[in-house]
Structures are given as structure tokens and as C-alpha cells.
């Protein structure tokens, strides 16, 4: 198992860009997060998803989007990207919803935005 | 009361010393209650974690310690190693929720 995959590990966008960030796991997940990193700080909750065509806000939604139209992707869209969200993005997944919640962790997409 | 309280925000140790997380929760909903550990540019990975039936869970040098009645939480690290500088995050979720909420996370750093 590859177990959460994420594309790409590195970006440079342009002030007003946009982008989709990939995310894919095989492990029949699901649930499915996604988190913004920003230096030297703790995990914020962009979005999640509880379930292939589920999916809801989480503490920091402002400035992107998301969809999970099958099990095992959930890309996040970043539309006129601005320098805040310059910060390494993180893609995570878990059984759900009778188990307990461990995520796992993709390794991360680092976005910086000039 | 979806707060998970974590404390310190970093921590600087001799190698073979027995650093010390705490975390604080409120909701007594939360079932589980498990360790991350980050290294640098990597993603968190699951280290140890506890159900609330337990007071104490060992998993080779690393311990949680788990206070009920407190609503409190802590990891040790015995004989700790550089190898073990990360950063560590604790959490707390409900089974059958929907989400884990996770502390700000402590930047463990041991000196060799």
C-alpha cells in the first residue's frame, strides 16, 4: 500500500493563480482531511470529507475548495491564490466512522505564493 | 470545549533525559487520545496512543499518562535520543465523529 499519496511536493504560484492540490489514498478510507501548516505552528482543518460526495467545512475554508467524487481522491482547490496561503498543506485519511480516529498523514504539498 | 491544550510549545533536553508533554481537554466525550510525532518536512505520524479506560500505556521508551477525573493527558520519553527531535502533537476525538482536534503541537529538541 502506498498508503495517502500527494502531488506535487513543491509549488510556486503567482498572486491570483490557481491550483489543484492531488490527493489519493489506498486504503478504502472514509474519511478524508485536509490540513494548511504554517511555519513552526500546529495543524488547522481546511476540509473534510466523511464520504464520496460528502464533504464540509472545516476552521479555515476562506480561499479554497474541495471535492471527493470517489473513495480514494479528495483534490483541493486553491482559486486566486494569495501570499496568506503560502504554508505546506497536508492531506490525511482514517476508517471512520466505528473505528478510532487515527490519520493517516500524506507528506505534504509545500505552496509558496509571490 | 473542543479544545485540546497543550503545553510546552517547546522543550530543549539532555540526551538520556525524560522530557514531559501535558494536554488538557474539556470535552468528556472524546474516546481516544493519541500521540503524533512530525519530523521536518515530513507529515505527522501516529506514535502511541490511549483509550480513557486506561491510566497508563507504554509502548517501548514512550508513555502516555491518562487522568481521568484531571481530563488530562501526558507523554514521557525515556532515555530520550536526538533521533527522537521532532515535533509531537496530542489529539483527542469521539469515535463515530468526525473529526480529531489536535493540539498546537511541541517542538521536542534533544541535545546529544
Known amino acids: 500500500n502506498a498508503g495517502v499519496t500527494q502531488t506535487p511536493k513543491f509549488r510556486i504560484l503567482k498572486i491570483g493563480q490557481s491550483m489543484t492540490l492531488q490527493c489519493t489514498q489506498d486504503?478504502?478510507?472514509?474519511?478524508m482531511y485536509w490540513y494548511r501548516q504554517d511555519p513552526g505552528m500546529g495543524l488547522k482543518l481546511i476540509y473534510y470529507?466523511?464520504?464520496?460526495?460528502?464533504?464540509d467545512k472545516g476552521e479555515v475554508p476562506n480561499g479554497y475548495n474541495v471535492s471527493r467524487s470517489t473513495t480514494e481522491d479528495f483534490p483541493l482547490r486553491l482559486e486566486l491564490a494569495a501570499p496568506s496561503q503560502t504554508s505546506v498543506y497536508f492531506c490525511?485519511?482514517?476508517?471512520?466512522?466505528?473505528?478510532?480516529?487515527?490519520?493517516?498523514f500524506g507528506p505534504g504539498t509545500r505552496l509558496t505564493v509571490l | 470545549q473542543q479544545q485540546v491544550k497543550q503545553s510546552p510549545q517547546s522543550l530543549i533536553v539532555q540526551k538520556g533525559g525524560i522530557p514531559i508533554i501535558n494536554c488538557a481537554y474539556e470535552?468528556?466525550?472524546?474516546?481516544?487520545f493519541p500521540w503524533y510525532q512530525q519530523f521536518p518536512g515530513k507529515g505527522p505520524a501516529l506514535l502511541i496512543a490511549?483509550?480513557?479506560?486506561?491510566s497508563e500505556k507504554k509502548e517501548g521508551r514512550f508513555t502516555i499518562s491518562f487522568n481521568k477525573s484531571a481530563k488530562q493527558f501526558s507523554l514521557h520519553i525515556m532515555d530520550s535520543q536526538p533521533g527522537d527531535s521532532a515535533t509531537y502533537f496530542c489529539?483527542?476525538?469521539?469515535?463515530?465523529?468526525?473529526?480529531?482536534?489536535f493540539g498546537a503541537g511541541t517542538r521536542l529538541f534533544v541535545k546529544a
Open positions: 490525511a485519511s482514517s476508517y471512520g466512522p466505528r473505528e478510532p480516529d487515527t490519520q493517516y
Open positions: 486504503m478504502n478510507h472514509n474519511y
Open positions: 470529507s466523511v464520504g464520496a460526495g460528502i464533504t
Open positions: 470535552n468528556t466525550a472524546f474516546d481516544y
Open positions: 490511549i483509550r480513557p479506560d486506561v
Open positions: 489529539a483527542a476525538s469521539r469515535t463515530g465523529g468526525f473529526k480529531t482536534i
